[in-house]
């Protein structure tokens, strides 16, 4: 399975991005999709993700502000970002998984390059 982003860029607070990840390869198995995010000098960390049948879970400073969507036709997931945040300015990653049990919400499996959100102004 490969996985392919794009969609980051340079917004100011408050504005939004959305950003798309493409699965292409042997997708059959893929469940669950999701978005992490890493910020220069922290830890990877989990920002939302969805299952095949659209179950959902986001972090918590996110929840309201970001929205997860999927294109199962596509392969494609969506991580719609509004009323952004300087501190949400990380490489962005998406990452798919097999699994379909609770750890299903956080897959890890598969990953595609990061791509780069900053919010400035």
């Known amino acids: 399975v490969q996985l392919q982003a794009s969609g980051g860029g340079l917004v100011q607070p408050g504005g939004s991005l959305r950003l798309s990840c493409t699965a292409s390869?042997?997708?059959?198995?893929?469940?669950?999709m999701a978005w992490y995010r890493q910020a220069p000098g922290k830890q990877r960390e989990f920002v939302a993700s969805?299952?095949?049948?659209?179950?959902?879970k986001y972090r918590s400073d996110v929840r309201g502000r970001f929205t997860i969507s999927r294109d199962n036709a596509k392969n494609t997931v969506y991580l719609q970002m509004n009323s952004l945040e300087p501190e949400d300015t990380a490489v962005y990653y998406c990452?798919?998984?097999?699994?379909?049990?609770?750890?299903?919400?956080?897959?890890?499996?598969?990953w595609g390059q990061g791509t780069q959100v900053t919010v400035s102004s």
């Open positions: 990452s798919a998984g097999t699994l379909y049990d609770s750890n299903a919400y956080y897959p890890n499996e598969y």
């Open positions: 390869g042997d997708i059959s198995s893929i469940n669950g």
């Open positions: 969805i299952l095949r049948r659209l179950d959902r």
